[in-house]
């Protein structure tokens, strides 16, 4: 079992960048899928960003390619996502996920730990 916690989050005007942090506990995150989702306010949570197990294959949603950016550190628990040139519509709350499928998978069922989520808001 992994337990998660994010931080980072905030409140940001547009064009800005944030970093966001999750540390995992438990001696096994190295075989985790790590991922991220967000839930905009009314709406589902929906994929953000994955990263396999070893960290060498990422996948990312549309809505992000070429301004968000997923890695992980296996030795130190912990992985990140770097948001770049946000918008208001990446505002949200993010969740930081694990699971021990391979990354293909990128739907919230197929996640089975799940942090508490951040606050990212973005102004206009």
């Known amino acids: 079992q992994v337990q998660l916690v994010e931080s980072g989050g905030g409140l940001v005007q547009a064009g800005a960048s944030l970093r966001l942090s999750c540390a995992a506990s438990?001696?096994?995150?190295?075989?985790?899928?790590m991922g991220w989702f967000r839930q905009a306010p009314g709406k589902d949570r929906v994929f953000v960003a994955d990263?396999?197990?070893?960290?060498?294959?990422?996948l990312y949603a549309d809505s992000v390619k070429g301004r968000f950016t997923i890695s992980r550190d296996n030795a130190k628990n912990t992985v990140c996502l770097q948001m770049n040139s946000l918008n208001p519509e990446d505002t949200a709350i993010y969740y930081c996920?694990?699971?021990?499928?391979?990354?293909?998978?990128?739907?919230?069922?197929?996640?089975?730990?799940w942090g508490q989520g951040t606050q990212v808001t973005v102004s206009s």
């Open positions: 990263i396999s197990a070893s960290g060498s294959s990422t």
């Open positions: 996920a694990a699971t021990v499928r391979s990354y293909y998978y990128t739907k919230s069922y197929d996640y089975n730990y």
């Open positions: 438990g001696p096994t995150f190295s075989r985790y899928t």
